[in-house]
């Protein structure tokens, strides 16, 4: 089994910045692709930046600029430095992973508990 245990949200004025962690354990044999993803009250899910097993980024339009996604490999772990936030990134920040268990060949996607990023104008 796969935990993600996410840290780092936080309450800052605009403009401020956050880095979000997301530590992924168990018996993991790689991690392929990992996202965030927020969700704010009232409104849907959404993808903000993912990172996979090459370190190729992508990252919706709003937050291009302002947030970098990264990962380090030896510790499971990936990031988000969230820069020049804005009341808008207001919302639970999910990490997502799509790991492959040791003696298993199959791929699932695992979530963490999520984490409230609060930015106050």
């Known amino acids: 089994q796969v935990q993600l245990v996410e840290s780092g949200g936080g309450s800052v004025h605009a403009g401020g910045s956050l880095r979000l962690s997301c530590v992924a354990s168990?018996?993991?044999?790689?991690?392929?692709?990992m996202s965030w993803y927020r969700q704010a009250p009232g409104k849907q899910r959404e993808l903000v930046a993912s990172i996979n097993n090459s370190g190729m980024t992508t990252y919706v339009d709003s937050v291009k600029g302002r947030f970098t996604i990264s990962r380090d490999n030896a510790k499971n772990t990936m990031y988000l430095q969230m820069d020049s936030l804005k009341p808008e990134d207001t919302a639970i920040y999910y990490c997502?992973?799509?790991?492959?268990?040791?003696?298993?060949?199959?791929?699932?996607?695992?979530w963490g508990q999520g984490t409230q990023v609060t930015v106050s104008s």
């Open positions: 168990g018996s993991i044999s790689r991690i392929n692709a």
């Open positions: 997502n992973a799509d790991v492959v268990l040791l003696n298993e060949h199959r791929r699932d996607d695992y």
